[in-house]
């Protein structure tokens, strides 16, 4: 098996769409080098992303998530909630979301041990900046 994959999805041009990115950064620098993790600044490569998916004990995915919550909200999805979730198209600055390019994993015969979603509520997501906490 290959090391737990943490992998950033989202777009740096779309505000907070680009949270997913910025989560992985700093999970990258502050846990630092290790054998254990593979941390991929998966950005929107869409489907080309399935390859990282393969082969893993275990997948976190961090991404943009606006499902009509407060801006900032953090939504987690763990295991078999995960699985549960259906797979639809969603218009996003990147080509899939986390839970298509997952359950197109499946399809394939992809399977984890553990698997864990961790979206943000984006504020905008339009050209710009990221926008800050207060």
């Not at 991929?40 to 390859?51: R, S």
């Not at 298509?100 to 992809?110: C, F, H, T, V």
Request: proline share 4%; net charge negative.
């Amino acid at each position: 098996m290959r090391p737990v994959l943490v992998i950033g999805l989202g777009n740096l041009f779309l505000c907070d769409d680009a949270v997913g990115l910025q989560l992985q950064k700093d999970l990258s620098r502050e846990i630092g080098d290790t054998e254990d993790l593979d941390f991929v600044d998966g950005g929107t490569q869409g489907l080309a992303l399935l390859f990282y998916l393969s082969e893993r004990q275990s997948v976190l995915i961090l991404d943009a998530v606006k499902l009509g919550a407060e801006p900032g909200t953090v939504h987690v999805h763990r295991d078999d909630e995960v699985v549960r979730i259906p797979a639809r198209h969603v218009e996003t600055s990147h080509e899939r979301d986390g839970l298509e390019l997952l359950a197109i994993a499946r399809l394939i015969g992809e399977r984890w041990q553990q698997i864990a979603v961790v979206g943000v509520e984006p504020a905008p997501v339009r050209t710009g900046s990221a926008s800050r906490p207060k």
